[in-house]
């Protein structure tokens, strides 16, 4: 089928076997490409500020920080197929480290590549072989390890070298983790594995060969878009603050992030800077012949198009951040499987269910009337049905919570006054709007504030 077809150059540039036996895990070096993604901390909050970094370490010239969404991009990587791309970040005190893998293409942005960082003094790394059921050791299997709880956000990603060996670190201590080792030709090898702060522990694993076969496509495929304000790509104070009102507002979101990827990703301007994400969910799948999924999205009532292969067997949602996206144009996305045995011609299944999502316009802060009792206004944002208001004490960030908002009880106009407990003579609060459609799309205000007098 045509999609297949698509997508076959995407899949066997980065799995095993393509082409003959073995493939992958080599660094022959063949040009440049970039990195983005986002990094996440152990509760599933956007770490802003955290410095991302290629692995010649923090003193490199390849380095950056991440923006108000979490989200960083490296740019003139060296396109090797395990680049190891690294994050740190201390904050009260603690020291904070995360680490992937990336499979980088000479002129392509590898794009959601997540990385969880958790305490430095908390983590673990796992080391191992990977071999088919003759004994033969295998270069280019891929290793997913992923916290069984669903609560630690992102999966660690490993590939074996030329030698069969592989090491996958920045796992974090006592979390029992659900490993999975599978490439392209081969179904997975499962496992759960909880580890000791400090250890790094030897695990072997042995795949077998994969049948032909096409699996059935996803299931349950939702999809939401967020707007927000543009100056949060540039504002130092807004980082992270958009993350966190998302989390707050959509709780399931936190449980289903979008998982490692790594695939080819059409060329874009993508800086991870997009005011406008959508973020596609799908039921997750437990399947040993399940290698990946394939992404597609179209606008204008043309057929949809691939846009990008998601190889991770683990995951259940997709984070579109492309800098194309616009609010007000209707965008629809669907899915499909990718076995462990696909090729040229057979390996993907049919469509999924698709969702419909039009980002909303963006939201502007009015006035605020500095009370005990504040009165908020705020300006329509293009195609919001209503609006409701998060007020907090502290600046929105990880971990903060609102003292108040009206989320059960939206208003439809454009201004709304605090009906909660009367606030404190002298101290400074935070707010937020945020406009939703009628089919759950949502625009986010700038971080207001105002002392109460």
């Not at 923006?67 to 740019?75: E, F, R």
């Not at 059921?133 to 709880?149: D, F, M, Q, R, V």
């Not at 069969?164 to 029992?176: D, E, K, P, Q, T």
């Not at 067997?313 to 899915?335: K, N, R, W």
Request: proline letters at 5%; glycine letters at 12%; aromatic letters at 8%.
């Amino acid at each position: 089928m045509m999609r297949a077809i698509l997508l076959f150059l995407a899949v066997c540039a980065v799995l095993v076997g393509c082409g003959g036996g073995g493939g992958g895990g080599n660094n022959n070096f063949v040009g440049f490409g970039d990195v983005s993604g986002v990094i996440y901390d152990a509760s599933g909050n956007l770490v802003r500020n955290a410095q991302v970094y290629y692995a010649g370490g923090p003193g490199s010239t390849l380095q950056t920080v991440s923006n108000s969404n979490g989200a960083y991009i490296l740019k003139g990587i060296p396109a090797f197929e395990n680049d190891l791309i690294q994050c740190q970040i201390t904050s009260g005190g603690v020291s904070y480290y995360g680490q992937n893998l990336a499979n980088v293409q000479n002129g392509q942005r590898t794009a959601t590549l997540n990385i969880a960082m958790y305490p430095a003094s908390q983590e673990a790394s796992i080391h191992g072989t990977v071999s088919d059921s003759l004994g033969n050791l295998l270069a280019g299997a891929k290793i997913y390890a992923i916290p069984a709880s669903g609560k630690l956000l992102t999966s660690a990603y490993g590939l074996t070298d030329n030698t069969g060996h592989y090491a996958v670190g920045g796992l974090l201590a006592g979390v029992a983790y659900n490993i999975q080792v599978n490439g392209l030709g081969y179904n997975s090898a499962t496992d759960t594995q909880t580890l000791n702060t400090g250890e790094d522990r030897l695990l072997t694993y042995t795949i077998n060969a994969a049948a032909t076969s096409t699996l059935q496509p996803p299931t349950g495929v939702k999809a939401t878009a967020f707007t927000s304000p543009g100056e949060a790509t540039s504002t130092p104070r807004l980082r992270n603050a958009m993350e966190a009102v998302k989390n707050l507002v959509n709780p399931s979101r936190r449980l289903m992030r979008p998982m490692v990827h790594k695939g080819k990703k059409r060329p874009t301007t993508l800086d991870g800077t997009s005011p406008i994400e959508v973020d596609v969910f799908w039921t997750p799948i437990n399947n040993v012949s399940l290698l990946g999924f394939g992404i597609y999205r179209t606008t204008g009532g043309v057929p949809l198009t691939n846009i990008d292969f998601l190889s991770d067997p683990q995951a259940s949602v997709y984070e579109d951040m492309d800098a194309a996206l616009t609010s007000g144009t209707t965008y629809t996305y669907g899915t499909t499987t990718i076995s462990t045995g696909f090729n040229s011609t057979t390996g993907e299944s049919t469509m999924s269910n698709t969702a419909t999502v039009t980002p909303l316009g963006p939201l502007a802060l009015g006035s605020v009337t500095a009370s005990a009792q504040p009165t908020f206004t705020w300006s329509p944002a293009t195609g919001a049905a209503n609006y409701s208001i998060l007020l907090f004490s502290t600046y929105p960030d990880i971990g903060v919570t609102d003292i108040f908002d009206n989320l059960s009880s939206p208003v439809s106009g454009t201004s709304y006054t605090y009906t909660g407990t009367a606030l404190t003579s002298g101290q400074t609060y935070y707010y937020i709007v945020i406009g939703f459609s009628a089919t759950g799309d949502q625009s986010i205000s700038t971080v207001g504030q105002f002392a109460v007098p």
